[in-house]
């Protein structure tokens, strides 16, 4: 570990020492969603289960809320419940990382977790360079870096990054996100033996290629697994213009379902679907644990999306996860459920029949800041809204065969809308954080998350309809 490594760790600790008191101090940091506890949080990096701990890493900025020379923070847990802090796993100390340790994953291997990131470097004249690194721990706490692996190949632009590495027949591969020298988002692919020594193979799939037409400008984040009998590329691409209600934020984050040759190199795919319908969602990246479950973490939050009008930064903090979610495939989508053990979480539990003909019906929730709130086996003739703390509301329309999730903006002012087409909705399953809500429509079939900042204390949660709707309501205090 070099000096200036050292050095910047020291300052790291210093800085969420000093200003850890004033951010914990916020009333909207989160009670259930993973934070940065201080300065700012981004993509989720690293995530994997290994010898039976559950890691995540993420993009982290320590010493402003803004972004810059990212760090790799580091948490672990055995539940999905607590979560313990870990040290620092990276620090932009190195000459191939100095001007940041950008995203990666990781994977085992001969008894020791690998990880694969970026290494963000700007010359003199402000030029980008970009280089795929490695370190590796023997305990899962203490990471040794190996240095750069993977050099930029021809064609490409330096925008080229968030390797995403997976294991298949003793032969390991490498997914990154690209821009060629056309200004065109790709996704490309690397074979390796050992993890140390990688060789190019070629893009897979990006603007241009196959099916696609003008799609981006740059693809980030790639992931690639397999589930059920498809192959699925995850990706988030910039660039993409607004077309009715798709790709409403300033980038997307979705996925293609296909088939990937690593021969010839090709990802055969279809059209792209968003993951999530609503304000913030990005960079999502996924691991496979014991039990064969695919789970995904992501970014609640878009870039270049008013990440300068969350009041959290007065408090010197910025930006969260979304809760991780369990992927199946089931007629061609990818649906997404909360983890099953985030009922753990539940405590005063409620439960009634709602019944409303052209009126409303308050929820008797408790502490709206943190609560769980299901509406099940919903009969609507006219479909219903729910308004949520004075700043939110959910509403199905089933006229319009559309569901739309609306909030106030960070200015307090104007409000703001993202929707989805969906013919029916049996099920919604709320999740309220203290400046977050994730809305689940019909057990994972489409899913709303949005980081909002309703006033501390307001714990209405009312439903209307304007004809004959019913429905069963179960309400959780969640810990």
């Not at 979610?325 to 099953?340: F, M, W, Y």
């Not at 569901?403 to 099920?427: P, Y």
């Given at each position: 570990?070099?000096?200036?490594?050292?050095?910047?760790r020291r300052?790291?600790?210093?800085?969420?020492?000093?200003?850890?008191?004033?951010?914990?101090?916020d009333?909207?940091?989160q009670?259930?969603h993973?934070?940065?506890p201080?300065?700012l949080?981004?993509?989720?990096n690293?995530v994997?289960?290994?010898?039976?701990?559950?890691?995540l890493f993420?993009?982290?900025?320590?010493?402003?809320?803004g972004?810059?020379?990212?760090f790799?923070?580091?948490?672990?847990?055995?539940?999905?419940v607590?979560?313990?802090?870990e040290?620092?796993?990276?620090?932009?100390g190195?000459?191939?990382?100095?001007?940041?340790c950008?995203?990666?994953s990781?994977?085992?291997?001969?008894?020791?977790?690998?990880?694969?990131?970026?290494?963000?470097?700007?010359?003199?004249h402000g030029?980008r360079?970009t280089?795929q690194?490695?370190?590796?721990?023997?305990?899962?706490?203490?990471?040794?870096k190996?240095?750069v692996?993977?050099?930029?190949?021809?064609?490409?632009?330096?925008h080229?990054?968030?390797?995403k590495?997976?294991?298949?027949?003793g032969t390991?591969?490498?997914?990154l996100?690209a821009?060629?020298?056309?200004?065109?988002g790709?996704a490309?692919?690397?074979?390796?033996?050992?993890?140390t020594?990688?060789?190019f193979?070629?893009?897979?799939?990006?603007?241009?290629?196959?099916?696609?037409?003008?799609?981006?400008y740059?693809?980030?984040c790639?992931d690639?697994?397999s589930?059920?009998?498809a192959?699925?590329?995850?990706v988030?691409p910039?660039?993409?213009e607004?077309?009715?209600?798709?790709?409403?934020?300033k980038?997307?984050?979705g996925?293609?379902?296909?088939?990937?040759n690593?021969?010839?190199?090709?990802f055969?795919?279809?059209e792209f679907?968003?993951?999530?319908?609503?304000f913030?969602f990005?960079a999502?990246?996924t691991?496979v644990?014991?039990?064969?479950?695919?789970?995904?973490?992501?970014w609640?939050?878009?870039?270049?999306q008013?990440e300068d009008?969350?009041?959290?930064h007065?408090?010197?903090w910025?930006?969260?996860m979304a809760m991780?979610?369990e992927?199946?495939?089931?007629?061609?989508?990818?649906?997404?459920r909360?983890?099953?053990e985030?009922?753990?979480?539940?405590?005063?539990?409620?439960?009634?029949?709602?019944?409303?003909?052209?009126s409303?019906?308050?929820?008797p929730?408790?502490d709206?800041?943190?609560?769980?709130?299901?509406?099940?086996?919903i009969?609507t003739?006219s479909?219903?809204?729910?308004?949520?703390?004075?700043?939110?509301?959910?509403?199905?329309?089933?006229?319009?065969?559309m569901?739309?999730?609306?909030?106030?903006a960070f200015?307090?002012?104007e409000?703001?809308?993202r929707?989805c087409a969906?013919t029916d909705?049996?099920?919604?399953?709320?999740f309220?954080?203290?400046?977050?809500?994730e809305?689940?429509?019909n057990?994972g079939?489409?899913v709303?998350?949005?980081?909002?900042f309703?006033?501390?204390?307001?714990?209405?949660?009312?439903?209307?309809?304007g004809?004959?709707?019913?429905m069963?309501?179960?309400i959780?205090t969640?810990?």
């Amino acid at each position: 570990m070099s000096a200036l490594d050292q050095e910047l760790r020291r300052r790291a600790y210093e800085e969420k020492e000093r200003l850890g008191k004033i951010a914990s101090s916020d009333p909207y940091r989160q009670h259930f969603h993973i934070m940065p506890p201080v300065g700012l949080l981004n993509d989720p990096n690293g995530v994997i289960q290994w010898k039976g701990t559950y890691h995540l890493f993420f993009q982290w900025q320590p010493f402003h809320t803004g972004h810059g020379a990212k760090f790799w923070a580091h948490v672990t847990t055995r539940d999905f419940v607590t979560w313990e802090e870990e040290d620092i796993a990276l620090a932009p100390g190195e000459w191939y990382d100095r001007n940041g340790c950008y995203s990666g994953s990781a994977i085992a291997k001969d008894d020791q977790l690998c990880l694969l990131y970026t290494g963000n470097v700007r010359d003199e004249h402000g030029d980008r360079e970009t280089y795929q690194c490695l370190a590796v721990s023997k305990d899962g706490k203490v990471f040794e870096k190996k240095g750069v692996v993977a050099h930029l190949p021809e064609g490409y632009t330096a925008h080229f990054r968030d390797p995403k590495v997976w294991e298949k027949d003793g032969t390991y591969f490498m997914v990154l996100g690209a821009q060629t020298e056309e200004l065109k988002g790709s996704a490309v692919l690397f074979r390796s033996e050992n993890v140390t020594e990688w060789t190019f193979l070629g893009p897979i799939a990006g603007a241009g290629s196959g099916s696609l037409g003008s799609f981006g400008y740059m693809w980030e984040c790639p992931d690639l697994f397999s589930l059920g009998e498809a192959d699925v590329l995850l990706v988030s691409p910039q660039g993409l213009e607004a077309d009715g209600t798709e790709y409403q934020n300033k980038h997307q984050a979705g996925y293609f379902l296909g088939c990937l040759n690593t021969d010839t190199p090709e990802f055969q795919h279809g059209e792209f679907t968003e993951l999530d319908r609503g304000f913030d969602f990005y960079a999502a990246q996924t691991l496979v644990d014991d039990k064969g479950r695919r789970i995904l973490f992501a970014w609640m939050a878009v870039p270049d999306q008013q990440e300068d009008g969350h009041p959290t930064h007065d408090y010197h903090w910025v930006h969260c996860m979304a809760m991780p979610r369990e992927l199946s495939l089931s007629g061609g989508k990818l649906i997404q459920r909360p983890l099953p053990e985030m009922k753990a979480l539940r405590t005063d539990q409620q439960r009634g029949r709602l019944h409303l003909s052209r009126s409303a019906g308050r929820l008797p929730v408790k502490d709206a800041a943190r609560t769980e709130v299901l509406l099940e086996d919903i009969f609507t003739e006219s479909g219903f809204e729910v308004a949520i703390r004075g700043t939110a509301r959910f509403i199905f329309n089933p006229k319009e065969g559309m569901a739309v999730l609306e909030r106030t903006a960070f200015n307090g002012e104007e409000k703001e809308t993202r929707s989805c087409a969906i013919t029916d909705v049996h099920t919604v399953q709320l999740f309220m954080d203290a400046s977050s809500i994730e809305v689940f429509l019909n057990d994972g079939e489409e899913v709303f998350s949005a980081r909002y900042f309703p006033f501390p204390g307001n714990d209405e949660v009312t439903v209307t309809s304007g004809g004959n709707t019913e429905m069963n309501v179960a309400i959780w205090t969640l810990l």
